[in-house]
């Protein structure tokens, strides 16, 4: 990895349209879940209110049983998932809310009924007024944090740094939430709290590495204009884009050992974790692999574009 050199800015077209492919059909599963659950994304019991029941029923039952029984009972449209707990077969599952006893214990009965003796390891309501307040309160930590951003790294570097490592944190935010929606549509995904605090979470993770680059850059750019030689012995002037293509490839090798510990370490949480982490640990698998692709492939070209833009600008006649 030492010696390896990648002409990254000189494919950036091919970098950009990847994540073209990737972000729009996410952008779809966007307006598609706006058009059927009238959200962004497929909400969950945190944002909707609901019952989280968790049953351990005394013989093996699976999920179409489950969901079956719930079907019947008037609690069309729940999502049930299977856990282990201390080695014993565990059923999660998420209703509409439950308002009474009475209902609980028609609930119990059917399951009773059609799937045996079980025991009640927890039974929890989330109230529908949490939802406000939490969407509320993760869209302003991601309008505040935006914020933030835009004016430390313009202090630090400069507003057109500043403007790319935003627009490379915006694909992040859209490739995850894409996913997610297309996820919803498919197999029924929800997201919770859970899920904006993986959102921020790879927002920080991805402009720590987008600020890397940028630093090296910042350190190179004083090279600007000096003497280099290419595959050919043939000496030229480096321009912008040859100063940020060797400041990425300095850099490459700590981004993607730094990233592939990460990923090492969410892999092994979501194969061997809890359920009810999983899609907490998923959405953070796929941030932090995005974040990843948009520091490296992304940002630094283009801020390379956008310098050259403005030297075109800048050479036009009045």
């Known amino acids: 990895m030492k010696n390896l050199h990648v002409d990254i800015v000189k494919y950036r077209k091919i970098w950009i ?8 059909p996410g952008i779809i599963g ?3 879940c706006l058009m059927q659950f009238h959200a962004p994304l497929k909400p969950g019991i945190d944002f909707t209110g609901g019952s989280i029941l968790q049953y351990q029923f005394e013989k093996p039952v699976t999920l179409d049983e489950v969901r079956q029984v719930l079907d019947k009972a008037g609690f069309e449209g729940s999502q049930v998932q299977q856990a282990d707990i201390s080695g014993n077969q565990a059923m999660v599952m998420r209703t509409r809310a439950i308002e009474s006893e009475e209902e609980k214990h028609k609930l119990d009965d059917a399951l009773q009924a059609s799937l045996g003796n079980f025991k009640a390891l927890s039974v929890d309501k989330v109230s529908a007024m949490v939802g406000p307040e939490l969407l509320t309160a993760g869209l302003v930590a991601l309008i505040v944090t935006f914020a933030m951003m835009v004016a430390y790294i313009s202090y630090r570097f400069m507003f057109d740094y500043a403007i790319c490592a935003i627009i490379a944190l915006v694909h992040d935010v859209l490739v995850l939430c894409g996913v997610f929606a297309i996820l919803g549509l498919v197999i029924g995904t929800e997201v ?13 993770f991805s402009v720590h590495d987008t600020i890397v680059v940028f630093d090296r850059i910042r ?6 204009g000096s003497k280099g030689t290419n595959a050919k012995g043939e000496e030229y002037r480096k321009t912008f884009g040859d100063i940020a293509n060797d400041s990425i490839n300095q850099t490459l090798a700590r981004s993607l050992y730094t990233s592939l510990t990460v990923i090492i370490t969410l892999s092994a949480l979501y194969f061997l974790g809890g359920v009810t982490t999983k899609d907490f640990v998923l959405a953070m698998l796929i941030g932090i692999i995005s974040g990843t692709y948009s520091s490296i492939f992304n940002a630094s070209c283009l801020l390379v574009w956008w310098r050259e833009l403005k030297a075109t ?3 036009k006649p009045a």
């Open 17 to 24: 349209g990847i994540s073209l492919a990737i972000t729009i």
């Open 30 to 32: 966007i307006l598609l």
């Open 192 to 204: 919770d709290s859970l899920f904006i605090s993986a959102v921020l979470t790879v927002i920080g």
């Open 219 to 224: 350190e190179n750019v004083k090279y600007v």
């Open 313 to 315: 600008h800048r050479l």
